[in-house]
């Protein structure tokens, strides 16, 4: 998963609350505790569809992560290739620049499938994949 330091932790507790009641998934540990007017009245792990419903989430997590990093390396992309494309315009573009491209854009196509794909193809980026 892709993050900066900027991000926050995934959530690994969700709660939800009324006026007596406390419910509480713990993602990390798979735990689902209850109190009930303070007390502790039911602690037991994860159900199957608890378990799901985690998964979910964490997947979740990281493809929105992932999805950030892609976006922000598409604009870098476009920065770069409107450089390459003014140096062929003023024909200043060199052999160098041209067999730099040909790699640079395929990575660019792949990040961009992933982007509009999206889905398991946001999952785990490869290195040097973006």
């Not at 709660?15 to 007390?39: H, I, M, N, P």
């Not at 998964?55 to 493809?63: F, L, Y």
């Amino acid at each position: 998963m892709a993050s900066t330091d900027d991000d926050p932790p995934p959530a690994s507790i969700v709660e939800q609350r009324d006026a007596s009641a406390l419910e509480q998934w713990d993602l990390a540990e798979r735990v689902y505790r209850r109190w009930d007017c303070g007390a502790l009245v039911e602690e037991r792990p994860f159900t199957a569809a608890e378990n799901g419903s985690a998964d979910q989430q964490v997947s979740d997590t990281a493809r929105q992560a992932n999805r950030a990093v892609l976006l922000e390396r598409a604009r870098t992309a476009f920065t770069a290739n409107a450089a390459y494309l003014a140096k062929v315009a003023a024909g200043t573009a060199t052999n160098v620049d041209h067999l730099a491209q040909v790699p640079a854009l395929t990575r660019q196509t792949q990040a961009l499938v992933r982007l509009i794909v999206g889905g398991d193809f946001l999952d785990n980026s490869p290195p040097g994949v973006p």
